[in-house]
């Protein structure tokens, strides 16, 4: 299986701040996922970009990880992402892994 990651920082692409509460576009992120009707999971970290002009900004940043989604659909989630968000790109990352489910009756 294929898991993907999209990297999306919160820092508007204009001002270069976050505008909102990092609750706001949790919410819009799980609504872009709910709507493609995508298993998901997010991580929020802090990280460092650096701009094509060189500047180096800081930020949160959310880590989108989707497991099993055909490359079209990532790239359209992508793209609303970089809307809703006023982001001038996102990171997709992509690689192989394995992946199973334990389960277990009591």
């Known amino acids: 299986m294929i898991r993907t990651e999209i990297y999306v920082g ?3 692409q204009d001002t270069k701040q976050q505008k909102f509460e990092t ?3 949790l919410s819009i992120l799980r609504n872009v996922c709910i709507s493609y ?8 970290v802090e990280g460092g970009y650096i701009h094509e002009s060189g500047e180096y900004t800081q930020e949160t940043t959310l880590v ?3 497991i099993g989604v055909e490359r079209d659909v990532i790239e359209e989630i992508a793209k609303d992402l970089c809307v809703f968000f006023h982001q001038e790109s996102v990171l997709i990352t992509t690689g192989d ?10």
């Open 10 to 12: 919160l820092n508007d």
């Open 97 to 106: 892994v394995e992946a199973y489910s334990i389960s277990e009756n009591l």
């Open 23 to 25: 609750s706001k576009y």
């Open 64 to 66: 989108l990880s989707l």
């Open 37 to 44: 009707k995508v298993p998901f999971s997010v991580n929020i």
